[in-house]
C-alpha cells in the first residue's frame, strides 16, 4: 500500500524560517509524595517551518512530556510555550498529535476516525467527508474508509492515526515515537513513505516534531536531532544539526558518523581521544539513591549482555552486538549502562569492554556470580547499599516497602520510584542481601547475609 507521493526530491526542503514553536526557561514538575518533582528543566526550544525535529533520549528523560508541552495539552510548570509568539493557554491549535498506540476509537469507521478532528473544529458534515476521503487518499488507505480498526493490521491503524492528524492541516505534526508499535519492515515501510510526502511538499503541515528513543530514525528523518539528557531531570544535552541531503543512505560515511556522534552523547560517552567514562557519573563516595538511580535493566539482561562481550573475547563494538541481535543500539542502553554502573565494564573508543571483575561475573557458576554480583552491588548502586545498610540496622530485620518509598519520593515521581523499587528488589534479591514478600511488601534481610560483606563507608 503506497502513499500518493510525486516523485521524491534529491534534496532537503528550503526552511522558510518562520517560528512556529517556542519554549523558553519551559520547566515541567509532576506531583511526587514530597511536592513537585522537575522531570524538565531549562527547555529553550525552537521549532520553525519546514523542518522535521526529533527529541531523541533514553527512556524517561521527558521527551514525551516535552511533545505534551508543545502540543499544549500539559501546562508548563515554569517558563512558556509559544505558537506563533502567542504564549499558550489550553491545546495548541496549530498542532496535532500522532500516538504510538494509534488511539482510534474502535466502534468508528476508518472514515468517521479521521473525521473526528474536524468534528471538534465544528467543520461541516459535506467539508468533513470531502477533507477525510482526501486524506485518507494521500496517506494510502483509499478502500478502506469503511473497515473498523479492529479489521487493519497494525500499519494500516498508524495510517489511520496519520491521516486523522493530517486532515485537519496542523502547522505542526507531532509524533510521539509512531512507529515502535509496528514490526521492523512495516515501520520501515511507513517512515519512508511518509518522508517522502514530507519532501514532495504534498504534507499538509509545516512542520514536523517526532519523539523518539532511536537514533537512526532519528537521523533517518530529522534536520534537527535534539537530545535530551535525564539526570538529573530532563535538559537539552545537546543539538545536531542533520544536514544530509533526502532521501538518506544509512550506509553513507557521513550518516554513519553522525549515528556515531549522537550515540556518544545519548550515552554520556566523551569524545574519542579522551578517558573513557561516563559525563554525567557521580563519583563514587558521593553516590547517593537519589543522584545515581539504578538503570532499568534486570539481572538476567546485564547478565546475559556480560556473557555476550566474554564470548566475543571480552570486547565488542556495541553497535556490531546489536546488530546481531537484531536491535537498535538504544534497545541495550540499559543493560550497558548497568555493568557500567557495577564497574564490570568500561566504555573505550566504540567498544564495550569487560572488566576483570566483568569477566569472573560472566564466566562464573550461578553460585560464584551471586557472590561477585553481591560485591558489586554493595559496591556501586546506592539504592541495594542503602537497603541492605537500614536492613542490618533494624533489630527486626525487616522493613516495609514504603519506608524506601517515602525516602524515594523525596527525589523522583512516584513512576519513578516503582522501578528504582523494582530494580532494587531484582538485584538485592539475585545477591542474596535480602528477600522481598510482596503480600505485607516487606523487604527482609537476606538469610545468607553475611554481615561482613563491605559496604563503602559503612
Ligand atoms: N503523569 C505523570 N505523573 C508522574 N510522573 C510522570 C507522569 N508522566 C511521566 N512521568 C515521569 O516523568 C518522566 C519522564 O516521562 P516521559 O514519558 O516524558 O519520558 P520519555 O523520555 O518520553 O520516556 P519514554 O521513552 O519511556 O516514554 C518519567 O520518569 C515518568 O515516570
Given at each position: 500500500m503506497a502513499m500518493n507521493v510525486l516523485p521524491s526530491t534529491t534534496t532537503t526542503r528550503p526552511a522558510?524560517?518562520?517560528?512556529l514553536l517556542e519554549t523558553a526557561g519551559l520547566t515541567k514538575s509532576y506531583a511526587g509524595a514530597d511536592g513537585e518533582l522537575p522531570v524538565l528543566s531549562g527547555i529553550d526550544l525552537q521549532v520553525r517551518a519546514d523542518e522535521v525535529v526529533a527529541l531523541l533520549g533514553k527512556s524517561g528523560s521527558g521527551k514525551s512530556t516535552l511533545l505534551r508541552c508543545l502540543a499544549g495539552l500539559l501546562p508548563a510548570s515554569s517558563g512558556t510555550v509559544t505558537y506563533k509568539n502567542t504564549p499558550l493557554?489550553?491545546?495548541?491549535?496549530?498542532t496535532a498529535m500522532v500516538f504510538q498506540t494509534f488511539a482510534?476509537?474502535?466502534?468508528?469507521?476508518v472514515q468517521q476516525n479521521v473525521e473526528l478532528g474536524l468534528e471538534a473544529k465544528g467543520v461541516g458534515a459535506a467539508e468533513r467527508a470531502e477533507a477525510a476521503r482526501q486524506a485518507i487518499d494521500l496517506i494510502g488507505l483509499d478502500g478502506f474508509e469503511s473497515a473498523y480498526p479492529k479489521e487493519l493490521s497494525g500499519g494500516m491503524r498508524q495510517r489511520v492515526g496519520f491521516a486523522r492528524a493530517l486532515v485537519v492541516e496542523p502547522d505542526v505534526l507531532m509524533m510521539d515515537e509512531p512507529f515502535s508499535a509496528l514490526d521492523v519492515l512495516t515501520a520501515e515501510n511507513l517512515r519512508g513513505e511518509l518522508m517522502e510526502l514530507w519532501e514532495s511538499g504534498q504534507f499538509p503541515t509545516r512542520a514536523i516534531v517526532l519523539v523518539t528513543h532511536n537514533i537512526e530514525e532519528a537521523v533517518l528523518m530529522a534536520d534537527r536531532i535534539v537530545v535530551l539528557g535525564s539526570r538529573p531531570y530532563g535538559t537539552i544535552r545537546e543539538v545536531f544539526e542533520v544536514g544530509l541531503d533526502r532521501p538518506r543512505d544509512r550506509n553513507a560515511a557521513a550518516f554513519e558518523d553522525l549515528i556515531d556522534r549522537v550515540y556518544r552523547t545519548m550515552t554520556g560517552r566523551q569524545k574519542e581521544g579522551r578517558t573513557p567514562g561516563r559525563a554525567e557519573s557521580v563519583e563514587l563516595d558521593k553516590r547517593t539513591p537519589a543522584n545515581t538511580p539504578l538503570p532499568q535493566a534486570s539481572v538476567d539482561g546485564l547478565s546475559g549482555l556480560a556473557e555476550m562481550v566474554l564470548n566475543r573475547g571480552g570486547r565488542c563494538d556495541l553497535a556490531d552486538l546489536a546488530d546481531d541481535l537484531g536491535l537498535e543500539i538504544d534497545d541495550i542502553l540499559p543493560q550497558v549502562d548497568a555493568l557500567d554502573l557495577l564497574a564490570f565494564t568500561t566504555l573505550t573508543g566504540d567498544d564495550l569492554l569487560l572488566t576483570e571483575t566483568g569477566e569472573r561475573f560472566a564466566d562464573a557458576d550461578v553460585q560464584e556470580s551471586k557472590k561477585i554480583f553481591a560485591e558489586a552491588v554493595l559496591g556501586h548502586a546506592p539504592l541495594v547499599q542503602l537497603i541492605t545498610r537500614s536492613l542490618r540496622q533494624n533489630p527486626g530485620r525487616a522493613l516495609r516497602s514504603g519506608f524506601f518509598r517515602d525516602i524515594l519520593a523525596h527525589h523522583f515521581t512516584s513512576e519513578q520510584v516503582t522501578v528504582q523499587l523494582e530494580t532494587a528488589t531484582d538485584w538485592g534479591r539475585y545477591a542474596e542481601l535480602y528477600s522481598y514478600d510482596a503480600e505485607p511488601q516487606e523487604y527482609r534481610l537476606g538469610e545468607n547475609d553475611d554481615a561482613d560483606a563491605r559496604i563503602p563507608g559503612y
Open positions: 522558510d524560517g518562520d517560528l493557554t489550553g491545546a495548541n491549535p496549530g482510534l476509537l474502535p466502534w468508528l469507521t
